[in-house]
């Protein structure tokens, strides 16, 4: 089963920062653009950042400024860099194309902003 597999989540302090990483098949990576997804607790997964093959990015509302999205096509990772993280960023976040596709969602990692 082809899976995307995240990492790098945990509990940071408001104001933290964490890297989350996400690595898959070259199958995935080879088609385009890649993103990053997220669920809280109660609320619908909504889309968080996202990267074009060439590096063109778009980020939500919410976390343009504090997040930077980045791709190793070479390592078929990307990366979310979050900083100056906020309680309302609790959430597992998870990694897929953009547009996701169903079948390629991963466990995710759960990243908890907290003091």
């Known amino acids: 089963q082809v899976q995307l597999v995240e990492s790098g989540g945990g509990l940071v302090q408001p104001g933290g920062s964490l890297r989350l990483s996400c690595t898959g098949s070259g199958i995935i990576f080879s088609g385009g653009g890649m993103g990053w997804y997220r669920q809280a607790p109660g609320k619908q997964r909504e889309w968080v950042a996202s990267?074009?093959?060439?590096?063109?990015?778009n980020y939500a509302d919410s976390v343009k400024g504090r997040f930077t999205i980045s791709r190793d096509n070479a390592k078929n990772t990307i990366y979310l860099q979050m900083s100056s993280l906020k309680p309302e960023d609790t959430a597992a976040y998870y990694c897929n194309t953009v547009p996701f596709a169903t079948q390629y969602w991963g466990q995710g990692t759960q990243v908890t902003v907290s003091s």
């Open positions: 990267i074009t093959r060439g590096g063109s990015t």
